[in-house]
């Protein structure tokens, strides 16, 4: 097994329109977590990583939303996301949508996230899977160094076992296909 800790990485994308269809994933991303954002609650809600801070959250009851990132115009602190400048145990969810595929630490980002979030605070984490057409299309040596084949893809058994070791408890898991050429707003 290939180690999740790299020493360089390229640059994520500052904006889901860098990536081919990225409007696609992001609305595909708003429709899943929809039903889950009514559900959290607290003060705090960290969106880490440009993508994640372009995700609509106003369903979410938690009226506290900070945007953080090395980078970036909507963000409302400028930080490292392996060294999030929070208190531990201050923030009631944390927010990770494609964030650990261009991270060169996934192990750290999660362990800072587990840091700062409360006991009991919810952790999302949306990424894309390897195994799937995306994920073939990384085979192409043409296309390993455009976006967003040039990120990292974890299956859902490996980021399970990461999350496993901090002691989370996962309440749902799902799998879901974005489809571009068909019907907008349709996804499988």
Request: charged share 20%; proline share 7%.
């Amino acid at each position: 097994m290939k180690p999740a800790r790299i020493p360089q990485t390229v640059s994520a994308p500052v904006s889901w329109a860098q990536l081919p269809w990225g409007e696609y994933y992001r609305e595909a991303i708003d429709r899943q977590l929809k039903p889950w954002l009514g559900k959290l609650y607290g003060f705090h809600l960290l969106k880490v990583g440009n993508l994640s801070a372009e995700i609509n959250t106003e369903a979410c009851a938690i009226s506290h939303q900070v945007n953080i990132s090395l980078e970036g115009s909507p963000m409302q602190v400028l930080a490292d996301p392996l060294h999030l400048p929070f208190a531990e145990k201050s923030v009631d969810a944390c927010l990770l949508a494609h964030t650990l595929p261009w991270c060169s630490d996934p192990h750290r980002m999660l362990r800072e996230a587990d840091r700062v979030l409360i006991d009991d605070g919810w952790l999302i984490i949306s990424s894309f899977n390897p195994v799937s057409l995306m994920g073939l299309r990384k085979l192409f040596p043409v296309l390993r160094k455009s976006v967003p084949y040039n990120s990292r893809m974890f299956t859902m058994t490996r980021q399970l076992d990461w999350l496993a070791l901090l002691n989370f408890e996962v309440l749902h898991q799902s799998r879901f296909q974005v489809l571009p050429w068909a019907k907008q707003g349709a996804s499988c």
